[in-house]
């Protein structure tokens, strides 16, 4: 709306004059977010009138946030407390023939200096120690132009991994004068946005993730990271991005719809990344990413050829946990002879989670709750329902106002105490006698007098995003002490400081309860996960519990093999009065693991 040699000139704050902060030209922070909502010095007035009249505070989840809250969980982080040997594990690498091996980075200082000084900055203010081995291999891969198949635990470092080769393309080859994207002012003009790259996640949470990702190892590069997501006003988020944006984080569903109302254009886009790939699947966004991939096609060829010389072929990359069939087809669709980076055993748990398994009834599991909940230490609470977060939290809140989080019977305290000395014994076991640092133990110190109600919060799928947002922040900055959830936070959220999850309803398939306890035991911590079982639970899931706690090396209780046994012969026995013949009924095999069938 504004002459453009008017543009370039520091404006008046788009906001109140309370929120103006200096500006620094080299950053892409909220201080310098100007113009555009409210300027009345430019444009006739029916124009002034139709722009969107957001505030500070509405729009502020949409841009970086300050440096002290950007790297809030960083300059909290103990690397005293980080093992990073809790990562090294099998990885295989596999690649076309035709293609040569790609030797891995093992440290940071082979490619520090190749990097701009605002991401060598970025990686040390992140306090990262060593590279992670998915960024071992996807980091050189990557920076070599080749789409990348991998597959990884919850937890492996992906964000990064992805990141960082795209910061130094960008960077080395100045992207940003082919789409005059701003650095040091926000343009009035509302033309489409062109970003470089794209990266799809399958839910809100994991959108604001990668993007607040994205900003701490951006910042001070004028690198604009924005995101849209659904469930949230279109208009506040179309006028961000319309501001400039270079990396596009969203989900396929809001995506689309931008695309479709020429919000987004895809001209300049050389980075396509599917995170949570296999999620994505799940939700049947197929369909969606399908499309959104012919428009990114249909968009280059406006290109000219001198830029098509300087960003060159698309480059997509696809991160899951699994490698299902459904997720081969979509690899064989999307990537160009990619490379498959495969780090550990697919759908197996790290070994720095120790996993336990509590006999509880329906009627006393929330005294376990309870008295758990007065424990030390970060809780992660998942149920099945809405209805029974809701519940549970008002539960606990009254419990923590009345101080009763330990009137539970003797059993159920005694069970929990002898848990606690269990998780010493494992941690001293896995401890090198060598080790640099102190055990890291799971602290049974009764925190009764320090609870209040505000400790607890909820995140399921009828609260607004900005509740969401809100209640998944402080736990993040540990203003709260426990999060009761449905499985809409099981998937790739990185909350680095959980010490336990709790499922206190067990999960319908064991890929929910891989990615349920993936939310401990991240950042190189220890973790811990508690699985309230009741003789209400399917033999199908029990069954796959058994075999994972087996693969995991994890013991299994003496009660659990019973109450699996028993759950066989009761079954059998059904299948029997039904004319079922006896073979079929002997088919699901017994327990191996002690050599004999059930």
Same mark, same amino acid.
């Given at each position: 709306?504004?002459?453009?040699? #008017?543009?370039?000139?520091?404006?008046?704050?788009?906001?109140?004059?309370?929120?103006?902060?200096?500006?620094?030209?080299?950053?892409?922070?909220?201080?310098?977010?100007?113009?555009?909502?409210?300027?009345?010095?430019?444009?006739?007035?029916?124009?002034?009138?139709?722009?969107?009249?957001?505030?500070?505070?509405?729009?502020?989840?949409?841009?970086?946030?300050?440096?002290?809250?950007?790297?809030?969980?960083?300059?909290?982080?103990?690397?005293?407390?980080?093992?990073?040997?809790?990562?090294?594990?099998?990885?295989?690498?596999?690649?076309?023939?035709?293609?040569?091996?790609?030797?891995?980075?093992?440290?940071?200082?082979?490619?520090?200096?190749?990097?701009?000084?605002?991401?060598?900055?970025?990686?040390?203010?992140?306090?990262?120690?060593?590279?992670?081995?998915?960024?071992?291999?996807?980091?050189?891969?990557?920076?070599?132009?080749?789409?990348?198949?991998?597959?990884?635990?919850?937890?492996?470092?992906?964000?990064?991994?992805?990141?960082?080769?795209?910061?130094?393309?960008?960077?080395?080859?100045?992207?940003?004068?082919?789409?005059?994207?701003?650095?040091?002012?926000?343009?009035?003009?509302?033309?489409?946005?062109?970003?470089?790259?794209?990266?799809?996640?399958?839910?809100?949470?994991?959108?604001? #993730?990668?993007?607040?990702?994205?900003?701490?190892?951006?910042?001070?590069?004028?690198?604009?990271?924005?995101?849209?997501?659904?469930?949230?006003?279109?208009?506040?988020?179309?006028?961000?991005?319309?501001?400039?944006?270079?990396?596009?984080?969203?989900?396929?569903?809001?995506?689309?719809?931008?695309?479709?109302?020429?919000?987004?254009?895809?001209?300049?886009?050389?980075?396509?990344?599917?995170?949570?790939?296999?999620?994505?699947?799940?939700?049947?966004?197929?369909?969606?990413?399908?499309?959104?991939?012919?428009?990114?096609?249909?968009?280059?060829?406006?290109?000219?050829?001198?830029?098509?010389?300087?960003?060159?072929?698309?480059?997509?990359?696809?991160?899951?946990?699994? @490698?299902?069939?459904?997720?081969?087809?979509?690899?064989?669709?999307?990537?160009?002879?990619?490379?498959?980076?495969?780090?550990?055993?697919?759908?197996?748990?790290? #070994?720095?989670?120790?996993?336990?398994?509590?006999?509880?009834?329906?009627?006393?599991?929330?005294?376990?709750?309870?008295?758990?909940?007065?424990?030390?230490?970060?809780?992660?609470?998942?149920?099945? =329902?809405?209805?029974?977060?809701?519940?549970?939290?008002?539960?606990?809140?009254?419990?923590?106002?009345?101080?009763?989080?330990?009137?539970?019977?003797?059993?159920?305290?005694?069970?929990?105490?002898?848990?606690?000395?269990?998780?010493?014994?494992?941690?001293?076991?896995?401890?090198?006698?060598?080790?640099?640092?102190?055990?890291?133990?799971?602290?049974?110190?009764?925190?009764?007098?320090?609870?209040?109600?505000?400790?607890?919060?909820?995140?399921?799928?009828?609260?607004?995003?900005?509740?969401?947002?809100?209640?998944?922040?402080?736990?993040?900055?540990?203003?709260?002490?426990?999060?009761?959830?449905?499985?809409?936070?099981?998937?790739?959220?990185?909350?680095?400081?959980?010490?336990?999850?709790?499922?206190?309803?067990?999960?319908?398939?064991?890929?929910?309860?891989?990615?349920?306890?993936?939310?401990?035991?991240?950042?190189?911590?220890?973790?811990?996960?508690?699985?309230?079982?009741?003789?209400?639970?399917?033999?199908?899931?029990?069954?796959?519990?058994?075999?994972?706690?087996?693969?995991?090396?994890?013991?299994?209780?003496?009660?659990?093999?019973?109450?699996?046994? =028993?759950?066989?012969?009761?079954?059998?026995?059904?299948?029997?009065?039904?004319?079922?013949?006896?073979?079929?009924?002997?088919?699901?095999?017994?327990?191996?693991? @002690?050599?004999?069938?059930?």
């Amino acid at each position: 709306f504004a002459p453009r040699e #008017q543009q370039q000139h520091q404006e008046r704050n788009s906001f109140t004059a309370d929120n103006r902060l200096p500006v620094d030209p080299y950053s892409d922070r909220d201080s310098r977010f100007r113009g555009g909502f409210r300027d009345r010095g430019y444009g006739q007035r029916d124009q002034r009138q139709q722009r969107p009249q957001f505030n500070r505070q509405q729009i502020g989840h949409l841009v970086p946030p300050s440096d002290s809250v950007l790297y809030e969980n960083a300059d909290k982080l103990d690397i005293t407390r980080m093992d990073y040997s809790f990562y090294d594990m099998p990885t295989k690498v596999i690649h076309g023939r035709d293609q040569q091996d790609i030797a891995p980075f093992s440290e940071f200082s082979q490619f520090m200096e190749d990097l701009p000084p605002y991401l060598q900055k970025a990686i040390q203010r992140m306090k990262y120690q060593r590279l992670t081995p998915i960024q071992q291999h996807c980091v050189p891969i990557g920076m070599q132009g080749h789409d990348i198949m991998a597959t990884a635990q919850t937890g492996s470092g992906k964000s990064a991994a992805f990141l960082i080769p795209m910061y130094l393309n960008i960077s080395t080859k100045q992207l940003k004068t082919l789409s005059g994207s701003p650095t040091n002012y926000y343009s009035y003009n509302r033309q489409p946005a062109r970003p470089f790259v794209v990266i799809l996640s399958p839910t809100r949470e994991l959108a604001m #993730q990668n993007a607040m990702a994205s900003w701490q190892l951006s910042n001070n590069s004028g690198i604009l990271t924005r995101v849209c997501y659904g469930g949230e006003s279109p208009r506040m988020q179309s006028a961000v991005i319309q501001q400039g944006c270079d990396i596009l984080v969203a989900t396929p569903g809001r995506l689309k719809d931008f695309v479709k109302q020429g919000i987004i254009d895809f001209r300049y886009v050389k980075y396509f990344i599917l995170d949570e790939a296999d999620t994505m699947l799940d939700f049947g966004f197929v369909d969606d990413i399908k499309q959104i991939k012919e428009s990114i096609h249909e968009h280059a060829r406006s290109r000219t050829a001198q830029e098509n010389e300087v960003i060159g072929r698309l480059q997509t990359s696809m991160f899951s946990a699994t @490698f299902a069939k459904e997720i081969k087809q979509i690899a064989n669709e999307f990537l160009e002879v990619p490379y498959h980076v495969q780090i550990g055993e697919i759908g197996v748990t790290g #070994q720095n989670i120790t996993q336990v398994l509590l006999k509880a009834s329906v009627s006393n599991k929330i005294d376990f709750i309870r008295y758990l909940s007065s424990k030390t230490g970060q809780m992660l609470i998942f149920c099945k =329902t809405k209805q029974m977060v809701d519940q549970l939290v008002q539960m606990l809140k009254t419990a923590f106002y009345n101080k009763t989080t330990s009137q539970v019977s003797d059993v159920i305290k005694d069970m929990i105490d002898q848990m606690f000395g269990y998780l010493k014994k494992t941690v001293e076991s896995q401890t090198p006698s060598n080790a640099n640092q102190a055990p890291q133990y799971f602290e049974d110190k009764d925190e009764t007098d320090n609870l209040n109600p505000s400790l607890v919060a909820a995140i399921h799928g009828d609260l607004t995003q900005a509740e969401r947002t809100t209640n998944l922040n402080m736990f993040r900055n540990q203003q709260l002490k426990i999060l009761i959830a449905t499985d809409v936070a099981q998937r790739g959220l990185d909350l680095p400081k959980v010490d336990y999850v709790i499922n206190y309803d067990m999960p319908a398939a064991i890929e929910d309860y891989s990615h349920r306890i993936g939310r401990t035991g991240r950042a190189g911590r220890r973790g811990c996960s508690i699985t309230l079982v009741t003789e209400n639970e399917s033999r199908g899931i029990m069954k796959d519990l058994l075999a994972k706690l087996v693969e995991c090396n994890q013991l299994v209780p003496s009660w659990y093999d019973d109450m699996l046994r =028993t759950k066989w012969v009761a079954d059998r026995a059904y299948s029997r009065g039904r004319g079922q013949s006896r073979d079929r009924g002997q088919r699901d095999g017994g327990n191996q693991r @002690f050599g004999q069938r059930w």
